[in-house]
Each structure stands twice: as C-alpha cells, then as structure tokens.
C-alpha cells in the first residue's frame, strides 16, 4: 500500500513568490495535516483538513492557507514568501477520530533566497 | 496552552547502557501521549502510544500525571536505536485532533 505522498521534493523560491506544495493521503483516510519543521523549531502545526474542511490551524500568519479536495488530498500554499518560511513541510494524514496515529510523507523542502 | 518538552537536544549513550528520553507536557484536558521516531533516510513514524501500554522495540513509556511525564526507556541500547525521536501531545478537546510534538531528541548509540 502506498504511503503519504508529497511533491515537489525540493522547490526553491525567492522572496515574494508564492510556493504550492501537495500531498496525497494515504487511502482511506479522510484527515490530512501539515507541519512545518524548520531548523531548531521542530514540527509546528499549520493546519488540519478533513473531509475537504479546514478543522483547526495554528499559529500562522493568513499567508499560509490550503484545501483539501474531492479525493482527499491536499494543497498548502504559501504566499508573500519570506525568508524564514524556508523549511521542511510535512504532510500527515489519519483516519478521522482514529487512534491518533498520523502517517507521515517525505517531505517538501522548501528553500526561500 | 499544551506544551511539550523534550528538555534535551542530543543524548548518547553506549552500546548496552540504559536509555531514558525525557518528555514532559503540560496540557488542562486528559492527555493522549506518542512517541515518534525517524530513523536516518526514513520518514516519521509512530514509535508507540501510552494508552497501549505495549512495548516496541524494547522501548517502554508510563505516562506519570503526577509529574507531568512520558518518558521513553529502553534497558539495553542498540546501535539501531540511534535515531530522532518525537514526543507529542493529542489535543482530543473541541474537535481537534492534531499533535503538539516537542522539538526532538537525537539518540546517538555508541558502539
């Protein structure tokens, strides 16, 4: 069975751009969630799609926004780049009120100049 | 505000010798506590839960709520356990079910 897939693996923007990144859960589940982790900060919550809902997000400026669609997967995008933006995202994604087991893809890199 | 700590950064340890990894939370609900670990050139994976009272790979953790802790113990360290590992917090409260994680710490097994 395929894992969380997530693309691109790398993308390098410069500041002011705007960066889509993309995510397919795994099948079956319903959730997907993104993290940022960038270095020193460990994984800090973005958001929480479910059902093709955004159900909670954290402490991010607006730029920061996504969707999820129809077949489950999802986008995130981030606009207005900065410099500090650059790090790893990771996309997880769970079974709706499952056990609390997230299942994580690879990761986009994403590097700001 | 939940919050968890993981208070160190890097912890090596020899072939054989006990391991402890430390985690403490601070959360006003009924926690739900993990333990991730990511292995080197792998991804993010769960490690083991504190409602499962299991072990995996040797490694245990009783969640203490007296003391707010959740740490991770292995009796005997393996070079394979060398890796990163996560503690996170399940918010179940409202709705919400993502994990808080703490920032990491990187098990270094010396053989």
């Known amino acids: 069975e395929a894992g969380v897939t997530q693309s691109p693996t790398h993308l390098i923007k410069t500041r002011g751009q705007q960066a889509t990144l993309r995510c397919s859960p795994i099948?079956?589940?319903?959730?997907v969630y993104w993290y940022q982790q960038a270095l020193g900060l460990g994984l800090q919550f973005l958001l929480w799609y479910d059902e093709g809902e955004e159900r909670n997000r954290g402490n991010f400026p607006p730029r920061f926004s996504g969707r999820q669609f129809p077949n489950y997967s999802s986008e995130l995008n981030v606009n207005a780049l900065e410099l500090e933006d650059s790090a790893l995202y990771l996309c997880a994604s769970s079974l709706r009120g499952g056990t609390g087991e997230l299942f994580f893809g690879e990761g986009s890199r994403l590097t700001v100049l | 505000a939940q919050r968890v700590t993981q208070p160190e950064k890097l912890l090596s340890v020899f072939k054989g010798a006990p391991v402890e990894l430390k985690c403490n939370y601070s959360y006003s609900g009924s926690p739900e506590l993990f333990w991730y670990v990511q292995y080197s050139r792998q991804r993010l994976q769960l490690l083991l839960r504190h409602i499962s009272r299991e072990s995996i790979k040797g490694f245990t953790a009783d969640l203490n709520k007296g003391e707010t802790s959740f740490h991770l113990k292995k009796p005997f360290a393996q070079e394979e356990d060398s890796a990163m590992y996560y503690c996170a917090l399940r918010n179940s409260g409202a709705g919400s079910y993502q994990l808080t994680f703490g920032k990491g710490t990187k098990l270094s097994v010396i053989p």
């Open positions: 099948s079956g589940h319903t959730s």
